[in-house]
C-alpha cells in the first residue's frame, strides 16, 4: 500500500486538479495552453527527480532520498496553492513534480529489490491498484471539491497528503538497499550506469516505446477536460465521472494482465497493450475528423487507457529484466521518458485553443504509431540476440 501510494504520485499531482483547469485559466486570465503549461513543468519536474533520485538511490540506500523528496512535496504543493500568477505556479509545479519523481522511482526500485522476472510484472499489475485509486478518485474529489472550494484548495490538499506519506513512511518504510548492496564511488560512478543503459539498444528501444505510450495516454489525461467541457459542454463533475470511468478500466486491464503474465510473459503482453492504444489512437482520430459525436469518442478514450493498463506494467517489467546492479537508474531513464513525453504532450494539445479536439487526437495517433513500431522492430532485435546467444 505504501508503494503504490508513493508511485501514485503522478496521478495525484496531474488528475486531482484537472476539473478547475478551466478556473484556472479564468481566473489567471490565460490561454489555456498556459494552464497545459502547468501540467509540462509537473511532467518535466517529475521526469528530472526521478533523473537524479534512481542512481542516487542505488549509492544511498532507498530511504534518505525518499524522505527529503516527500518533504519536498509538501512544501511545494502549498507553494502552489499561493501561487500569485500562472508563471509563479509553472515554476511551483516543476519543484513540486521535481519531489514527487523521487517516489515514484523509487516505489519502482524497491519492487525489483524484492521481486523478479514474471513476479515483479504481477506486483508491478497489483501496484496499479492501488496507483488506479489515485485517478479513480482524485478527479472525483477534485470536481465536488470546486463546489467548495477553488483549484487552490485542492493543492491545499495535496501538501496535506505528502505530510501524511512522510509520517508513514518514515514509520513503516525499511531500507531495501543494504550498505554491502550499494554502488561504491564518486558522482562520476553513480550516474555512469544511465550512459551504459542507454548504449543498450534493447533497452533504449524499449523504454522509448513505454514512453511513447505513456504519450499517448497523457495525451488524453491533458486536454480530456478541455474537449469534454469547453467541446462538448459537459460539466467539471460529468469530466470526472467519465475521467474516472476510463481509469476503471485501466485498473482492469491491469489486472487481468497480472494474472495473464505467467502464460504469456510481460513482453508479450507489453505488445498487446500497444496493439490496443494503436487501435484507439485510429479511432480517436477518426471521429474527431469525421465529427462523430461523444458516443463514438468515449469508446475510443475507455480502450487507449485499457490498453495502457496492460501495457505499462508490463513494458516496466520487459524493460528493467536483466538490470538487478542498476535498478534505481533504470527505473530513472524509464521515469525520464515517461513523464518527459507526457511534458512533450500537454502543450501539443491544446495548440488549437480550448475548443479543438483535434491536436490531442493527432498527439495520441501518433504516439501510439509510433510506440507499437518501435516495439516491433525492438522485439524483432531481441528475437535475434537470443537466436545468436
Known sequence: M???????????????????????????????????????????????????????????????????????YAVASAACAAAPSVAALIVMRVIQGFAGGVGIVIARAIVRDRFEGTDAAKMYATLMIVTGVAPICAPLV??????????????????????????????????????????????????????????????????????????????????????????????????????????????????????????????ALFRAGLTGILLAGAATLTVTLTGAGLAFLLPSLFLLMSSGGLAMPNGMATAMHGREQVLGSAAALLGLGQFGLGALVAPLVGVGGAHDALPMAIVIATCGTCAFALERATARRRALVSAHG
Do not use: H, K
Open 142 to 267: 477534485g470536481g465536488q471539491a470546486l463546489r467548495f472550494t477553488s483549484w487552490r484548495g485542492i493543492f491545499v490538499g495535496l501538501a496535506v497528503i505528502g505530510v501524511v506519506l512522510l509520517v508513514v513512511v518514515a514509520l513503516r518504510l525499511p531500507e531495501t538497499v543494504g550498505p554491502d548492496e550499494r554502488r561504491g564511488g564518486g558522482l562520476g560512478d553513480t550516474f555512469r550506469p544511465l550512459a551504459q543503459l542507454l548504449a543498450d539498444p534493447v533497452f533504449a528501444a524499449t523504454a522509448l516505446a513505454f514512453s511513447l505510450a505513456f504519450g499517448a495516454m497523457f495525451a488524453n489525461i491533458s486536454g480530456l477536460s478541455f474537449v469534454l467541457e469547453d467541446v462538448y459542454g459537459l460539466s467539471p463533475q460529468a469530466f470526472s465521472l467519465v475521467f474516472s470511468l476510463n481509469a476503471c478500466g485501466l485498473v482492469a486491464a491491469s489486472q487481468i494482465g497480472g494474472r495473464l503474465v505467467a502464460r504469456f510473459g510481460a513482453p
Open 2 to 72: 505504501i508503494l503504490g501510494a508513493l508511485a501514485a504520485f503522478g496521478p495525484l499531482s496531474t488528475d486531482a486538479y484537472l476539473p478547475g483547469l478551466p478556473q484556472l485559466t479564468r481566473d489567471f486570465g490565460a490561454p489555456a495552453w498556459a494552464a497545459q503549461l502547468t501540467l509540462t513543468a509537473s511532467m518535466l519536474g517529475i521526469a528530472f527527480g526521478q533523473l537524479i533520485a534512481g542512481p542516487s538511490s542505488d549509492s544511498l540506500g532507498r530511504r534518505r532520498p525518499l524522505l527529503a523528496g516527500l518533504v519536498g
